[in-house]
């Protein structure tokens, strides 16, 4: 990843310094009209937190039954991105809705299972901060319950009746809208693997530094 | 004309001014009448200007939060870097130097 962090670094650079101009090309949507450009930052954050999310769990079930703690470290820095990618979602969604919808925000069922998803993952890095001894295992268990979640919040919108539009949107994307999208999305994913890759090489840093003294006492 | 007729004609006249009067009424009141708020939503675009949402600062208010944040947290896990290898460059002085001081 060392190798591959420059380069994916200047493409990633790229890409969001081309985004504006193919978010500003983009045709307007008819019924929603400007406000509907919110949508190449609003879903490419939640496609970015629900891989976050997925990441964690995976990691965190490695490191309960395999009790590795490069797993946990995986899952640590894959928790912090979960919350700040839900957080750009969170915020950028009644943004658009406010305007889409005449409301901040409504407790149906996609919001509140996005927002609950998104306070498990605040709950697991508290625990991991506030915790103590031993709130390594317990917070795994809660990033379980978290990707547990994503399914949940990604269907919510096909099974429940919710203001919030289908999934089935992105796919029946027409090509100039869906080539900035693409596109926004491709960034996201991109700065995401930049910022694990950041934050793992600071849980390794962490750990070696608690290695030293430990030595260091001994 | 007898007086029966004559009383039938004057109670004729009176009912149709009464009607008119009526109808007038009515028609007025109708006029001074707020129009009738039409069921369920009512399309944005349909809505009067001052009650319409500006999209723009909405919008630029979405990126503005989403790029604070992506160089927030960027910030933040500099800082964090520069601690943990201040701190080991600290630690491993003092291992160099021949245990804790």
Known sequence: ?218 | MSNMQRHTGKKKWLGMAALLCSVFVIVGAAREQPPAPPDGFVPADSLPTQEQLPAAPLLIGAYAVAWVAVFGYMWSIWQRIGRVEQDLAEVSRRVAAGGPR
């Open chain 1, 1 to 218: 990843m060392k190798k591959l962090f420059t380069p994916l670094l200047v493409i990633v650079a790229a890409m969001f310094a081309y985004a504006p101009l193919a978010i500003h090309r983009a045709p307007y949507e008819s019924t929603m009209g400007l406000v509907q450009k919110i949508f190449y930052f609003h879903v490419p954050s939640w496609i970015v937190m629900f891989g976050a999310a997925c990441i964690c769990g995976v990691a965190s079930a490695i490191f309960i039954f395999a009790r590795r703690k490069s797993a946990d470290r995986v899952a640590v820095a894959a928790a912090e991105l979960t919350v700040l990618f839900g957080l750009i979602g969170l915020i950028t969604g009644p943004l658009w809705g406010r305007k889409a919808w005449g409301v901040w925000w409504q407790w149906d069922a996609r919001l509140t299972s996005a927002l609950v998803m998104w306070l498990i993952f605040v709950a697991y890095l508290l625990l991991r901060k506030y915790g103590g001894a031993g709130s390594e295992k317990l917070s795994a268990v809660l990033a379980l319950f978290g990707m547990a979640n994503v399914p949940f919040v990604y269907w919510s919108v096909n099974v429940w009746r919710t203001v919030h539009p289908k999934t089935t949107v992105v796919m029946s994307l027409q090509p100039a809208m869906g080539r900035p999208f693409l596109l926004c999305s491709l960034a996201f994913v991109g700065l995401f693997a930049l910022m694990l890759a950041a934050r793992i090489q600071l849980e390794h840093r962490r750990a070696e530094l608690d290695d030293l003294y430990l030595s260091v006492e001994d």
